[in-house]
C-alpha cells in the first residue's frame, strides 16, 4: 500500500537547521512531483517547496534562500533542508505526491518542526 512517511523533525533554536526526510513506497514515485506543505495551528496550510519528476526545484518566497527541497529517486526519498530557521517556520510539515493535474494524491502524516 501506498505509504509517505516524513522524519527529520524536532526543537531547534532559532538560526538553527533541519533536514527533513521523506520515505516513499507502494506507488510510482517518479511519475510524480513531490511536494512540503506546512501548517501551524490556526494558519492555513501553505506549500513550502516542492521537486518535479527531474529534479527542477521550487521554494516559497516565505523560504526562499534559507530551504532546498531535493530527491533522490534511487531511494524513493524526498529531502527539506531547513536552514536559518525562524520561530514563524513551526508548523507540522507534511510530504506530498502531486499527480497530473495538480492533484493531490498522497499525503504522509507530518513531522513537527518547532523553532524556539
Known amino acids: 500500500h501506498v505509504q509517505l512517511v516524513e522524519s527529520g523533525g524536532g526543537s531547534v533554536q532559532a538560526g538553527g537547521t533541519l533536514r527533513l526526510s521523506c520515505a516513499t513506497s507502494?506507488?510510482?514515485?517518479?511519475?510524480?512531483?513531490l511536494a512540503w506543505f506546512r501548517q501551524a495551528p490556526g494558519k492555513e496550510r501553505e506549500a513550502v517547496a516542492d521537486?518535479?519528476?527531474?529534479?527542477?526545484?521550487w521554494v516559497a518566497d516565505s523560504v526562499k534562500g534559507r530551504f532546498t527541497a531535493s530527491r533522490d529517486n534511487a531511494e524513493n526519498t524526498v529531502y527539506l533542508q531547513m536552514n536559518s530557521l525562524k520561530s514563524e517556520d513551526t508548523s507540522l510539515y507534511y510530504c506530498?505526491?502531486?499527480?497530473?493535474?495538480?492533484?493531490?494524491?498522497?499525503w504522509g502524516r507530518g513531522t513537527q518542526v518547532t523553532v524556539s
Open positions: 506530498v505526491a502531486v499527480g497530473s493535474s495538480w492533484s493531490f494524491k498522497y
Open positions: 507502494g506507488f510510482t514515485h517518479t511519475e510524480y512531483f
Open positions: 521537486v518535479d519528476t527531474r529534479g527542477t526545484t
